[in-house]
Nanobody
Framework: VQLQASGGGLVQPGGSLRLSCAAS????????IGWFRQAPGKEREGVSC????????YYADSVKGRFTISGDNAKNTVYLQMSSLKPEDTAVYYC????????????????WGQGTQVTVSS
């Protein structure tokens, strides 16, 4: 099981970015995927997740209405579309899987991507 996150960068407040999480060693219709972030000096925070069926999603209150998670089974990739970005969204973003079909950020996540840096600054 491998996950590779990409798509981070520097963006101005109010801007948008789309993160990608490419999976290998399994297919997205088997395991749910979660996105997490960690800012300097802060604990890791669960951001969003999507079930293996794609029918169930979850968003942390801090990103609800601004972020959208989706999956493309043909590309075996999960996306996190981030809009109306704020400086407090600045963090390293990670995708991970707990090897579960259902979406739950409280699960024990065993497989992690390498992280991609998102910086929101003017």
């Amino acid at each position: 099981v491998q996950l590779q996150a990409s798509g981070g960068g520097l963006v101005q407040p109010g801007g948008s970015l789309r993160l990608s999480c490419a999976a290998s060693g399994f297919t997205l219709d088997v395991y749910a995927i979660g996105w997490f972030r960690q800012a300097p000096g802060k604990e890791r925070e669960g951001v969003s997740c999507i079930s293996s069926s794609g029918d169930s999603t979850y968003y942390a209150d801090s990103v609800k209405g601004r972020f959208t998670i989706s999956g493309d089974n043909a590309k075996n990739t999960v996306y996190l579309q981030m809009s109306s970005l704020k400086p407090e969204d600045t963090a390293v973003y990670y995708c991970a899987t707990a090897g579960q079909m259902s979406c739950g950020l409280e699960y024990k996540y065993d497989y992690w991507g390498q992280g991609t840096q998102v910086t929101v600054s003017s």
